[in-house]
């Protein structure tokens, strides 16, 4: 009957139109869905006199761009020098992050000095180190005023040299364990100058 096929043919259009407005809605939803933000910690990588530095940042689970963000970067002993980026992560302040149950409200930078037998931080590793704090704070929406500067051992000693050399770059300085005078390390065996006489 005819008013049967008129009804089949708007059932048609009609389911056709469903399916143009779903694939629209979902080619629109797939770029919301790329632009969503990783959290936890995340495996970064900076070039400095084309050396590759990798580093890990901590992201909070409840992260958005909507507000500014404090910024910890945490300087490693010599111990943990290397190339992998994940083992400055492994102990104290990576540590204290994973274990807390209500999460950590800031983007910390944990970066990582080459095993060259230099003074790391106070060389080529303290450039990367200011390197991914940059990108860090540019990516995360970190705020410029409100960055701490921590580390152990060597990376106090790190603390005290990335401090003396961008102290504009920092709201507060945290060193601990650490040395300014000459100084052989004890698990690297680097020599460290003095920073101060």
């Known amino acids: 009957p005819p008013n049967q096929k008129k009804i089949m043919n708007r059932r048609f259009k009609s389911f056709i139109l469903s399916?143009?407005?779903?694939?629209a809605f979902g080619l629109a939803a797939a770029p919301l869905a790329a632009q969503q933000i990783e959290t936890g910690f995340l495996d970064r990588v900076v070039l400095v006199?084309?050396?590759?530095?990798?580093?890990?940042?901590?992201?909070?689970r409840e992260f958005t761009r909507r507000k500014m963000w404090p910024v910890i970067i945490v300087l490693h002993g010599g111990?943990?020098?290397?190339?992998d980026g994940i083992r400055p992560t492994d102990g104290g302040f990576g540590r204290v992050i994973r274990s807390s149950r209500s999460?950590?409200?800031a983007i910390v930078i944990f970066p990582q000095a080459h095993a060259d037998g230099t003074p790391?931080?106070?060389l080529?590793?303290?450039?990367?180190?200011?390197a991914a704090l940059s990108r860090s704070i540019k990516e995360f929406n970190g705020d410029p005023k409100r960055v701490v500067l921590t580390g152990y051992s060597a990376g106090g000693n790190g603390t005290w040299s990335l401090a003396m050399r961008f102290p504009e770059r920092f709201?507060?300085?945290?060193?601990?364990c650490s040395f300014i005078s000459k100084f052989k390390?004890?698990?690297s065996k680097v020599d460290y100058p003095a920073l101060a006489p």
């Not at 399916?19 to 694939?23: E, I, K, T």
């Not at 111990?79 to 190339?83: F, K, Q, R």
């Not at 080529?124 to 200011?130: H, I, N």
């Not at 709201?171 to 601990?176: D, G, L, S, T, W």
């Open 103 to 105: 999460g950590f409200p």
């Open 49 to 60: 006199n084309k050396h590759e530095y990798r580093y890990q940042v901590f992201v909070p």
């Open 120 to 122: 790391g931080w106070q």
């Open 185 to 187: 390390g004890v698990a």
């Open 124 to 130: 080529e590793g303290g450039e990367a180190a200011m």
């Open 79 to 83: 111990g943990t020098y290397g190339s």
């Open 19 to 23: 399916l143009f407005f779903a694939a």
């Open 171 to 176: 709201a507060a300085i945290v060193p601990i």
